[in-house]
Nanobody
Framework: QVHLVESGGGLVQAGGSLRLSCAAS????????MGWFRQAPGKERELVAS????????YYSDSVKGRFTTSRDNAKNTVYLQMMSLKPEDTAAYYC???????????????????WGQGTQVTVSS
């Protein structure tokens, strides 16, 4: 059974930083693209970043480009999202998700992802 468990969310002031982690189990982690999504109340879920199985190809949405960085450690079955210069509009529940690398692209939408974590809340105060 596949499990994705996010951690690292919390309350931070605008301009601050947080690092989210997502630990995966039950799958061959190095064969999966990993995505980070977020969903704010009343808004659709959006792709924030994705990283290929090897870690060589990364995608960032325009809203976070230059502020967020995703990375992965395949030896630890973990993917990370380093968030810097946080803004109040970054407030959302953040989810990691996994999709087989052969069935995805860097901009794959949430419908294409197979497995999801439970989410972690990020709140940025102004």
């Amino acid at each position: 059974q596949v499990h994705l468990v996010e951690s690292g969310g919390g309350l931070v002031q605008a301009g601050g930083s947080l690092r989210l982690s997502c630990a995966a189990s039950g799958l061959t982690f190095s064969s999966y693209r990993m995505g980070w999504f977020r969903q704010a109340p009343g808004k659709e879920r959006e792709l924030v970043a994705s990283i290929s199985a090897s870690g060589l190809t990364k995608y960032y949405s325009d809203s976070v480009k230059g502020r967020f960085t995703t990375s992965r450690d395949n030896a630890k079955n973990t993917v990370y999202l380093q968030m810097m210069s946080l803004k109040p509009e970054d407030t959302a529940a953040y989810y990691c998700a996994a999709v087989p690398i052969n069935y995805s692209s860097a901009r794959s939408t949430d419908r294409e992802y197979h497995y999801w974590g439970q989410g972690t809340q990020v709140t940025v105060s102004s």
